[in-house]
């Protein structure tokens, strides 16, 4: 647990209070603060090279008012690790690191301001991420759902080791891997979110989205279930789905509302993100909310005074 003060993760999702408030897009902060994540492990990168920087864009969303701070993790493997010349030990070194630097940051908030509960996720992206060519966005790797549970149980076994407050497996695009990755995580001792990236009402391989959340609804591992990475209009319609179909909390943290493109490497669009969005997400299910790309602090802000 992150604070000896701070109730289990679990137990807070649980309570009939305030939803639990997300940090937003890790990425956008570590990229206005000067730092060039063009790079195929992305935010990954600085866990070797600025470790301090992951540190400053935590603590600048714990004191955004957020109580969650989601690591730097999602594109951290061993494979991707190893295509830098990175070995084995020295990549779960780094991977472990990630929780450490997300606990560092929640020390020095607290120190600031003390009393508010604040908790660690540890981020566990899709096989996708690890390609680092945009197939997040798409899922159907070719992969089956047993080779896709082998590629991300020794991450998560990492990941777990280093005592998050609860594993965040996120941008998930389809079902096989959702299944693969419900089954990694049997038995870690650590619970989880499981949120999907999705378009409209189905997931980004076209899965409708019943059937995606029920994936997850007889997993006691799985706390909570929604969606991620994606427009905050697609996010409206999901909370209640998920919340129908698994009757487990919902998460919910959605993009700002531009478009990535993968080719350009590069935003296009208005954002369409808006606080305002928080009270319908609460009255439909949601317990945890938060935002991805391109939501920064500032929203954070504005979000966490619409929750309370």
């Known amino acids: 647990m992150t604070s000896a003060a701070a109730p289990a993760f679990t137990e807070t999702l649980a309570a009939s209070a305030p939803p639990v408030v997300l940090d937003g897009g890790l990425s956008n902060e570590l990229e206005a603060a ?32 957020a109580s969650v701070a989601t690591t730097s993790s999602y594109q951290a493997t061993f494979e991707g690790f190893a295509h830098r010349g990175i070995g084995h030990d020295r ?102 979110w499981l949120s999907y990236t999705v378009a409209g009402d189905r997931t980004r391989a076209g899965q409708p989205l019943e059937e995606a959340f029920a994936v997850a609804a007889a997993s006691d591992e799985i706390v909570a279930v929604g969606v991620n990475c994606c427009a905050p209009e697609d996010a409206d319609r999901a909370v209640a ?4 179909v698994t009757g487990k909390p919902v998460v919910v943290y959605p993009n700002s509302g531009e478009e990535w493109d993968a080719g350009a490497r590069a935003w296009r669009g208005r954002p369409t993100f808006s606080a ?31 929750a309370r």
């Open 241 to 244: 789905v998920a919340a129908r």
């Open 34 to 65: 000067g730092h060039d994540l063009s790079d195929d492990l992305w935010s990954a990168r600085l866990l070797a090279d600025r470790p301090e920087a992951i540190v400053a864009a935590h603590l600048a969303y714990y004191e955004a008012g």
């Open 91 to 192: 990549a779960a070194e780094l991977i472990a690191l990630s929780v450490e630097l997300g606990r560092e940051a929640a020390r020095r908030a607290e120190a600031k301001a003390p009393g508010r509960p604040l908790w660690v996720a540890a981020s566990a992206g899709p096989y996708g991420a690890m390609l680092a060519d945009g197939s997040e966005y798409r899922g159907r790797y070719g992969l089956s759902v047993t080779e896709l549970e082998r590629f991300h149980r020794p991450r998560l076994e990492v990941l777990a080791a280093a005592r998050p407050d609860v594993l965040a497996l996120e941008t998930v695009p389809d079902t096989d891997e959702a299944r693969a990755l419900v089954r990694a995580v049997r038995g870690l001792g650590v619970p989880a």
């Open 276 to 306: 305002e969005r928080v009270a319908g997400w609460r009255q439909a299910g949601a317990r945890l909310i938060g935002g991805c790309c391109r939501v920064g602090p500032g929203a954070i802000t504005e979000l966490a005074a619409r």
